[in-house]
């Protein structure tokens, strides 16, 4: 009866056109990506408790206050990565308004309501997070989640693009399928991996002397090695997919998406590189986690154009079916 209901008021909305679904969705993915390099900012710069409390940001108050024990910059910090969560929230209702009031087949509808939900388990992970002291698990669990988010908003970008009424086409054999499927698998090695290093790691998000954060207590070397054989393997098996996919043969389509990944990877290898030889300077930390979410999102297009939706006219369906 209520999604009757939002049926109902949705359809008072103007038809969006195909365009303005792709930019919104568009929108979604650079938000996803966006919050997770402000998380980042919050981090580095010590201000992830600059708003102690969740969901206000003092008691009393949603916004930040003038207190002595916690500094302007850290208030400031913190409170604008609260509001980037407006933002976030913001275009994933305008996706669901979008993919709903254009009559969009299923699965489109399913991947733009992930979206909101989506948002709202990552500010129920940010509340936790916040209420265990920046325990370093809730943290690595709050950037995992963002990067679930990346790629199933980019999946869903692409699915936006394809037609309603089309048929799926495979673009490669079976295998090659499996072998990108399982370079996502590497990549989420690697990418819990690196929430570990950073655990372990000098940036705990907050440098309270009275409420010092808790950490990871393994050896940060340990951990940096495990995070640079797991890229080795993710990369290792990206371009054995390459050799693969040229064997079979490819669509410009996918060749530019596999190069544009193997360029990003490369690029994320260096700059952790020289955070490892410089210390782990702040900047890089950031940069560092914007290539995480530009990693996952150049996988997910990837995996994406693998299988693609076309539009067949009838006569060829009707002789596809007497063979």
Known sequence: MLYRAFIGLVDRLPLPSLRTQRLIALAVILSQAGISVTGAIVRVTASGLGCPTWPQC???????????????????????????????TLCAALIVLAVVRARRRKEVLVYAWLMPGGTVVQAIIGGITVRTGLLWWTVAVHLLASMVMVWLAVVLYAKIGQPDDGIDTVQVPAPLRWLTALSGVALAGVLIAGTLVTAAGPHAGDKSIDRPVARLEVEIVTLVHLHSQLLIGYLALLIGLAFGLYAVGITPAIRKRLFVLLGIVLSQALVGVVQYFTDVPAALVAIHVGGAAACTAATAALWASLRIRETVDAPAVSAAATH
């Open 58 to 88: 003092f008691p009393g108050s949603f916004t930040p206050v003038g207190v002595s024990e916690v500094p302007v910059l850290h208030q400031t910090v913190e409170f604008g990565n609260r509001l980037l969560t407006f933002v976030v």
